[in-house]
C-alpha cells in the first residue's frame, strides 16, 4: 500500500512561524511533524510515499529528500497552488496508482497510530467469500477522533463500523483514511477539491467505514497548541 502525505497547506493560523517553514516542518518533541509520519509509516511496512506540497515546498523536499534515509521510497506532487485534499489526490494520481491507497494530514501530531492496521481496512468480499459490487463495498475507511475543544460539533456519526452523516455521539475526522482511487474519477488533475464533501456523499450512501482511534492526537493549528505540546514534553522530561 502506498501512502499521501497532505503538506500544501498555507498554515495561515500558525503564522509568522509559517512564513518560513512549511508547516509540516514545525517540530514537536525535537522532530518535524511530517517527519513522525514517514517514521511511522516505515515502521509499519509502508515505505512508498507520496507527498504533495505548494507553500515553500522545496524546503519539504530537501529535507526529507528522496526518502531513503528513513527506509522509504519518496515521491513529490508539486502544487502551484494549493487544490485542496482531494483536489491534490487527485493530482498525484499518477503517482499513487489506482490500488486503495492511505492519506494523511502533514500537521497532525499521533505518534503512536498503528500504520500496520490500516492495509485490510477495505475489503473486497463479505464473510462468505461473496464478491462485493461495486454499490455494496466501502470506498473509503477512516478514522474518527473524540472531538477536540476547536470543534465541539464534530463532523460525523459511527453506527458500529459504518460512518453516518447524522446521529449521536458525533466525532471529527482524524484526517486519517484509507481510500479507493475510484472515489476521485470525477475530479481532474489541477481541480481543487475538498474531501469533506466527497466523504459526506458516500456516507450518506452508507459507502463509508471507520473506527474511534482513542490514542494521541493532535491537530497543531496555531503556535500556542505548538508550544502546548512541547510544553508538556518538557514537563515529562523534568
Known amino acids: 500500500m502506498k501512502a499521501m502525505i497532505f503538506a500544501a497547506g498555507r498554515g495561515a493560523r500558525m503564522r509568522p512561524l509559517t512564513d518560513t517553514c512549511p508547516k509540516p516542518l514545525l517540530k514537536v518533541r525535537g522532530r518535524p511533524l511530517i517527519e513522525w509520519h514517514v517514521l511511522n509509516l516505515v515502521r509499519a511496512g509502508i515505505t512508498e510515499i507520496v507527498i504533495n506540497h505548494a507553500h515553500l515546498g522545496a524546503m519539504i523536499e530537501e529535507h526529507l529528500?528522496?526518502?531513503?534515509?528513513?527506509?522509504?521510497?519518496?515521491?513529490?506532487?508539486?502544487?502551484?497552488?494549493?487544490?485542496?485534499?482531494?483536489?491534490?489526490?487527485?493530482?498525484?494520481?499518477?503517482?499513487?496508482?489506482?490500488?486503495?491507497?492511505?492519506?494523511?494530514?502533514?500537521?497532525?501530531?499521533?505518534?503512536?497510530?498503528?500504520?500496520?492496521?490500516?492495509?485490510?481496512?477495505?475489503?473486497?468480499?463479505?464473510?462468505?467469500?461473496?464478491?462485493?459490487?461495486?454499490?455494496?463495498?466501502?470506498?473509503?475507511?477512516?478514522?474518527?477522533?473524540?472531538?477536540?475543544?476547536?470543534?465541539?460539533?464534530?463532523?460525523?456519526g459511527l453506527n458500529l463500523y459504518t460512518v453516518t452523516n447524522d446521529g449521536a455521539p458525533t466525532y471529527t475526522f482524524g484526517n486519517i483514511g484509507v481510500y479507493r482511487m475510484a472515489m476521485f474519477d470525477g475530479i481532474a488533475a489541477g481541480q481543487h477539491a475538498g474531501l469533506g464533501n466527497l466523504?459526506?456523499?458516500?456516507?450518506?450512501?452508507?459507502?463509508?467505514?471507520?473506527?474511534?482511534?482513542?490514542?494521541?492526537?493532535?491537530?497543531?493549528?496555531t503556535p500556542d497548541q505548538l508550544d502546548q505540546l512541547n510544553a508538556n514534553f518538557g514537563a515529562k522530561q523534568a
Do not use: M
Not at 463479505?126 to 463495498?137: H, L, V, W
Not at 456523499?201 to 493532535?218: F, I, M, N, P, S
Open 199 to 221: 466523504l459526506r456523499e458516500y456516507a450518506a450512501r452508507g459507502l463509508v467505514g471507520g473506527e474511534v482511534y482513542e490514542g494521541d492526537w493532535d491537530n497543531v493549528g
Open 65 to 156: 529528500g528522496d526518502g531513503s534515509r528513513f527506509g522509504a521510497t519518496i515521491q513529490y506532487s508539486a502544487e502551484a497552488e494549493a487544490l485542496e485534499t482531494a483536489g491534490g489526490i487527485a493530482n498525484a494520481r499518477h503517482l499513487l496508482g489506482e490500488a486503495p491507497f492511505l492519506a494523511i494530514s502533514g500537521d497532525i501530531w499521533c505518534p503512536h497510530f498503528d500504520f500496520s492496521e490500516v492495509t485490510d481496512v477495505l475489503h473486497d468480499h463479505d464473510i462468505r467469500g461473496n464478491a462485493y459490487t461495486p454499490e455494496q463495498r466501502d470506498i473509503a475507511w477512516i478514522w474518527l477522533v473524540k472531538n477536540p475543544w476547536f470543534h465541539p460539533k464534530g463532523d460525523f
